[in-house]
Structure formats: structure tokens, C-alpha cells
């Protein structure tokens, strides 16, 4: 069993930058595949940046160049660094965790909101 903690989210102004973390529980971090997800107001929930356990990395189109993902694997924890923030980035942003490297994923947080103004 695997525990999610999303923090770092807030309001911040269209351009600006926000670092949201994900704190995982359990000793076996380091083999899970790590995700963030979104779900805007009204819309159905959508990938935006995953990390394997070998720290490959893929992003969604829309965020390319603006956001990281990245992870310690030391701190159980994956961070998603978001810049060039726009409003069309507001969400409520989850992160989740797999051990396969296809397919759902297990485990879920609970979601923290970024609010981007324009």
C-alpha cells in the first residue's frame, strides 16, 4: 500500500512559477513509476507528466518546456515544477503511482489545487 501527499499548490499570476511535491509512504519508492494528473473545473481528468522508476520522463504537449517532473528518491518524494504558468494550467493536480510501466495506475493522492490568474 502506497500513501499520497500533494502539496505546493496556490494562486499565483499568469508567467509566474509554482513546485508541487508528492510525498509517498512505504519503503519501495524508488520502483514505482510516478504520475501527475489534472482535472480542471467541468473536465474530465488528463496526463500531464510521468517519471519512471528509471527517471525517464514524458510530458504531455501542452506543458513541454514549461513543466518538470522530477523525483528523490532518498525523500520518497516527486516534484513537479511548473513555470510560464497560464490559466488554462488551473486545475486540481494529482500525482499517482504505479509499479507497472503501462497501464492504471494504483494509487492516488488526494489533490491540490493551482489557480493561475490571468
Known amino acids: 500500500q502506497v500513501q499520497l501527499v500533494e502539496s505546493g499548490g496556490g494562486l499565483v499570476q499568469a508567467g509566474g512559477s509554482l513546485r508541487l511535491s508528492c510525498a509517498a509512504s512505504g519503503r519501495t519508492f524508488s520502483r514505482y513509476n510516478m504520475g501527475w494528473f489534472r482535472q480542471a473545473p467541468g473536465k474530465e481528468r488528463e496526463f500531464v507528466a510521468r517519471?519512471?522508476?528509471?527517471?525517464?520522463?514524458y510530458y504531455t504537449d501542452s506543458v513541454k518546456g514549461r513543466f518538470t517532473i522530477s523525483r528523490d528518491n532518498a525523500k520518497n518524494t516527486v516534484y513537479l515544477q511548473m513555470r510560464s504558468l497560464k490559466p488554462e494550467d488551473t486545475a486540481v493536480y494529482y500525482c499517482?503511482?504505479?509499479?507497472?510501466?503501462?497501464?492504471?495506475?494504483?494509487?492516488w493522492g488526494q489533490g491540490t489545487q493551482v489557480t493561475v490568474s490571468s
Open positions: 499517482a503511482a504505479r509499479l507497472q510501466n503501462y497501464g492504471l495506475y494504483d494509487y
Open positions: 517519471i519512471s522508476s528509471g527517471v525517464n520522463t
